[in-house]
């Protein structure tokens, strides 16, 4: 099983960088998909950006050009890089490793298919 935890969360002020870590243990990252996802309060739980074990990547429209998912195998860490941060990109993101599923030959990411959670890191953005 994999186990997850995440750091890097913190305040930044709007426009910010952040850059979120995601170190896995108990497995090698490269055979598992990897995604980020975020609650905000009073909301539902939305996903980010998934990086499937082929580096096939997903990123939500309210963040392509802004988010950046990459993973390092050698480290065993997925990370989030965020840009340009806006009020709306507060909330708690977790990590999650899961299943890489592709339809019609591109890379799909459900959240359905993740089976490994980290705890989360909180992520503030002031206007």
């Known amino acids: 099983e994999v186990q997850l935890v995440e750091s890097g969360g913190g305040l930044v002020q709007t426009g910010g960088s952040l850059r979120l870590s995601c170190a896995a243990s108990?497995?090698?990252?490269?055979?598992?998909?990897l995604g980020w996802f975020r609650q905000a309060p009073g909301k539902e739980r939305e996903k980010v950006s998934c990086?499937?074990?082929?580096?096939?990547?997903y990123y939500a429209d309210s963040v392509k050009g802004r988010f950046t998912i990459s993973n390092d195998n050698a480290k065993n860490t997925v990370y989030l890089e965020m840009n340009s941060l806006e009020p709306e990109d507060t909330a708690v993101y977790y990590c999650?490793?899961?299943?890489?599923?592709?339809?019609?030959?591109?890379?799909?990411?459900?959240?359905?298919?993740?089976?490994?959670w980290g705890r989360g890191t909180q992520v503030a953005v002031s206007s």
């Open positions: 108990g497995a090698a990252i490269e055979n598992y998909a």
């Open positions: 990086i499937s074990n082929k580096e096939h990547t």
């Open positions: 999650a490793a899961g299943w890489s599923s592709y339809y019609s030959g591109s890379f799909y990411c459900d959240d359905s298919d993740f089976f490994s």
